[in-house]
């Protein structure tokens, strides 16, 4: 019985694996999109979100199958509840990397942001684009150090988030109505990839020593809504 969980459990952990290249490549793919006025990278990360979705339920169904028939105690518990709640983040952040993806298709060939904030956008993108290649590097070696730095480098997202609301809220805003819903909106999906991502490096430092980050004061996880 003991052979067979352990072989259930690595078939998880390869489509956890997998999820997490997907998010990657949507958070990169939807950056593209974004800055670049790219229609294909667009139109690839929304055709492409279909399959993380379908592997985020594969995962938890797995998983739940687990539970049932292995009824799994003590570390084997702690990775199984950790991988479904890891499954969960990562079809999130597919959905927002897509929703950044939609809002450049829809203005196609124009930008949906005013030029002014272009580069605070690509400055919260480029943080966003070094935090996905950690996501895959941290689940991949179960690495709490790059764990860490996700956690703690997340401050730096939320400072530029602010600057796009200060934009949004200035007097003289230089856009279109359209383009305030929008910085406001795609700020906000930007700010939430990466608490998401905060998340997940929570639950890998869980997985790896029992210990849950989220305990920290002044630390939100940022799981409750996408």
């Given at each position: 019985?003991?052979?067979?969980?352990?072989?259930?459990?690595?078939?998880?952990?390869?489509?956890?694996?997998?999820?997490?290249?997907?998010?990657?490549?949507?958070?990169?793919?939807?950056?593209?999109?974004?800055?670049?006025?790219?229609?294909?990278?667009?139109?690839?990360?929304?055709?492409?979100?279909?399959?993380?979705?379908?592997?985020?339920?594969?995962?938890?169904?797995q998983?739940?199958?687990?539970?049932?028939?292995?009824?799994?105690?003590?570390?084997?518990?702690?990775?199984?509840?950790?991988?479904?709640?890891?499954?969960i983040?990562?079809?999130?952040?597919?959905?927002?990397?897509?929703?950044?993806?939609?809002?450049?298709?829809?203005?196609?060939?124009?930008?949906?942001?005013?030029?002014?904030?272009?580069?605070?956008?690509?400055?919260?993108?480029?943080?966003l684009?070094?935090?996905?290649?950690?996501?895959?590097?941290?689940?991949?070696?179960?690495?709490?150090?790059?764990?860490?730095?996700?956690?703690?480098?997340?401050?730096?997202?939320?400072?530029?988030?602010?600057?796009?609301?200060?934009?949004?809220?200035?007097?003289?805003?230089?856009?279109?109505?359209?383009?305030?819903?929008?910085?406001?909106?795609?700020?906000?999906?930007?700010?939430?990839?990466?608490?998401?991502?905060?998340?997940?490096?929570?639950?890998?430092?869980f997985i790896?020593?029992?210990?849950?980050?989220?305990?920290?004061?002044?630390?939100?996880?940022?799981?409750?809504?996408?």
């Open positions: 019985m003991r052979v067979i969980f352990n072989e259930s459990l690595k078939a998880v952990a390869d489509d956890l694996d997998h999820m997490a290249r997907n998010v990657r490549d949507a958070i990169h793919g939807a950056g593209q999109a974004l800055l670049n006025a790219d229609l294909d990278a667009a139109q690839t990360v929304i055709d492409n979100d279909a399959e993380t979705d379908a592997l985020s339920t594969s995962i938890v169904d998983c739940v199958e687990l539970l049932a028939r292995q009824n799994p105690v003590a570390t084997d518990l702690r990775v199984v509840v950790s991988t479904m709640r890891l499954a983040t990562f079809e999130r952040m597919g959905d927002l990397a897509r929703h950044i993806a939609e809002s450049a298709r829809r203005t196609y060939p124009d930008s949906p942001l005013p030029q002014e904030i272009v580069d605070t956008f690509a400055q919260m993108q480029q943080f684009d070094v935090t996905a290649d950690r996501l895959v590097t941290m689940l991949a070696d179960r690495d709490t150090k790059v764990a860490d730095q996700i956690i703690y480098d997340d401050d730096v997202l939320d400072d530029l988030h602010k600057k796009t609301l200060e934009f949004a809220q200035s007097a003289d805003f230089p856009g279109t109505n359209q383009q305030l819903i929008n910085v406001v909106l795609i700020g906000r999906f930007m700010e939430r990839l990466g608490d998401h991502a905060v998340s997940a490096a929570r639950r890998v430092v790896v020593s029992g210990f849950d980050p989220s305990k920290e004061p002044d630390r939100d996880e940022g799981t409750d809504i996408d």
